[in-house]
């Protein structure tokens, strides 16, 4: 099943003016995460050196949270690129509407996976808050996070620099936290409330659209071959993010697909490895 062409339009897509996607294709999910987690690096210094101050917009999930992992090596080898993780801010894609302690946190596994070894700020340490942080609702949380973005935002726009902005994807093609056939594809607030996932927990916070495709850089990071008919479905002309929210992704400058050889098993080059 397709979507419309007025589909993608509805979803803040971005113009024509956007870069196609690339792929990378690594060998399995361990040189994915070493792979990813190296370029993260580079990226994040090159934004500081040019802006002072860098940021990245985590996912959750299996492979995502390796990525953090790696980069948490990375910084303990001094020899290495180094990013002055004081001068990072750290927002997230999605996050589950669950207390604050719950391990379904995606907040949880980063600052086990990354973020307190690093020791970036509390202060640039943008949560999504948790179901015991003093909202009895998920909208009144979405609404607050917009708020935490725009206050964010140099120069009175909504959202601030998003420098690099990870997503994991779902088998069934969910980004973020906005599953198909939800109410959350054609929502263009750039934070919304989810309920009723197919994935529990069912209730989440989640980016939407148009916070995702304002960031510079938007890297979906997918491993397993369970993925590999979304991964190869995203990536045609003719899908639309209704039926397959992967299909909606476009960063300002770059859209990168970076997968192990599972994930890329149903693509044309039959999941050989393609290097950056
Ligand atoms: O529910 C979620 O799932 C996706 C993908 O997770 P994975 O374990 O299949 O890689 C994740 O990107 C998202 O942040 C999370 O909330």
């Known amino acids: 099943m397709t979507s419309p062409p007025g589909d993608r339009a509805a979803a803040n897509l971005g113009g024509a003016d956007r870069p196609v996607p690339d792929v990378v294709v690594e060998p399995d999910a361990d040189r994915l995460a070493r792979a990813v987690g190296s370029a993260l690096v580079a990226r994040l210094a090159a934004a500081q050196a040019v802006h002072g101050t860098a940021s990245v917009v985590l996912t959750g999930g ?3 949270t390796a990525v953090l992992e790696r980069v948490a ?23 589950r509407f669950v207390p604050a302690d719950d391990a379904d946190r995606n907040e949880l596994g980063a600052r086990r996976a990354l973020l307190d070894a690093v020791g970036v ?11 015991d942080a003093g909202f009895a609702e998920p909208e009144d949380a979405a609404a607050w996070y917009a708020g935490q973005l725009a206050a964010a935002a140099s120069e009175g726009g909504g959202l601030p620099r998003l420098d690099v902005l990870l997503l994991g994807m779902g088998p069934e093609g969910h980004v973020a ?3 198909p056939e939800s109410p959350a594809v054609s929502d263009e607030r750039p934070v919304v409330a989810v309920r009723d996932c197919a994935k ?5 916070i989640s980016l939407g659209f148009s916070a995702i495709n304002a960031a510079e850089e938007i890297w979906l990071i997918v491993s397993g071959e369970g993925k590999a008919p979304a991964v190869a479905r995203a990536l045609q002309e003719d899908v639309g993010p209704r039926d397959l929210p992967a299909a909606g992704v476009r960063g300002r400058r770059a859209t990168r697909w970076l997968l192990d050889a599972a994930a890329a098993a149903e693509l044309d080059t039959g999941g050989q490895p393609v290097p950056a």
């Open 200 to 204: 529990p927990p069912p209730t989440r």
């Open 73 to 95: 090596a990375l910084a303990a080898e001094p020899e290495r690129e180094r990013v002055d993780w004081t001068a990072v801010d750290v927002w997230w894609g999605d996050e």
């Open 121 to 131: 700020p509390a202060e640039r340490v943008h949560a999504m808050p948790a179901s």
């Open 62 to 64: 299996g492979i995502g």
């Open 177 to 179: 936290s906005i599953f």
